[in-house]
């Protein structure tokens, strides 16, 4: 989202801090200056970093800080995203956005539907509940990640959350045999609940959770079962 209005909210910050007795005021002033030229959900060593390549080096530490400020000043939101580090976008007054968070290569889009918006506010009003706010977030695979990701793959390639097809085995009869008596026969659909170490993959047939070693659950060849939903 592009803004026009940094001068205006570069001058609040300033009156705010000086009012509250803060030091280094032209430091933290330097730090939204970087925070605000970018458009990104950043982190605070990736605004460090930008900082330094300006020339200005700080410790993560002092503009992790200045992030956290701006965030209770209302100048940035502070986004918790499920598996990633927290990260600090623009706020803008009045302007709402929710996000797709791709869990593959950590892709943040941003998108806005009146629709949607709505029939939160009505949801929440049906409860009498009075909605003051909310975040959408949708975790999955950005396009990108799907168009150059393998037809098929081993079962420890799925990314936790996802359903797959067993389209066949790796490996000799006894494997084969023993999984399909797990009900993991060729044609399955199972969604994967873990699929990383420590310890065994995690997947579910239907309402069964199995446990798989490594070693096996890599004989397992899965293809995305997204069309049937
Ligand atoms: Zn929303
Ligand atoms: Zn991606
Ligand atoms: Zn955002």
Redesign the pocket.
């Known amino acids: 989202m592009l803004v026009k209005d940094h001068k205006d909210i570069y001058r609040q910050f300033k009156v705010i801090f000086e009012r509250e007795g803060l030091d280094r005021i032209d430091e933290r002033l330097a730090v939204l200056e970087a925070f605000l030229d970018t458009e990104n ?1 950043m982190t605070a060593s990736e605004l460090t970093r930008i900082l330094r390549e300006k020339g200005v080096s700080f410790l993560e530490d002092f503009v992790a800080e200045n992030l956290k400020l701006f965030s209770q000043y209302g100048f940035a939101q502070e ?1 918790s995203f499920i598996g990633q580090v927290h990260r600090y ?1 623009h706020r803008h007054l009045g302007r709402h ?1 929710d ?1 797709l968070i791709c869990v593959r290569c950590g892709t ?1 889009l ?1 998108f806005y539907s009146p629709e949607i918006e709505a029939l939160q506010g009505e949801v929440a009003r049906r409860m009498g509940f009075y909605d003051l706010q909310h975040r959408m977030e949708i975790y999955g695979l950005c396009s990108n990640c799907l168009r150059t990701r393998e037809p098929t793959m081993p079962l420890t390639m799925a990314t936790p959350g996802e359903r797959v097809r067993i389209v066949g085995f790796m490996g000799g009869r006894g494997a084969e045999r023993r999984l399909t008596s797990m009900g993991l026969n060729q044609g399955a659909e199972v969604e994967v609940i873990k699929s990383s170490g420590p310890g065994p993959l995690i997947v579910a047939s239907r309402e069964t959770r199995i446990a798989l070693g490594f070693g096996m659950a890599r004989k397992i060849m899965v293809s995305t079962a997204q069309n049937n939903e």
Do not use: S
Request: no cysteine.
């Open positions: 959900h986004e976008e956005h996000h943040i941003e």
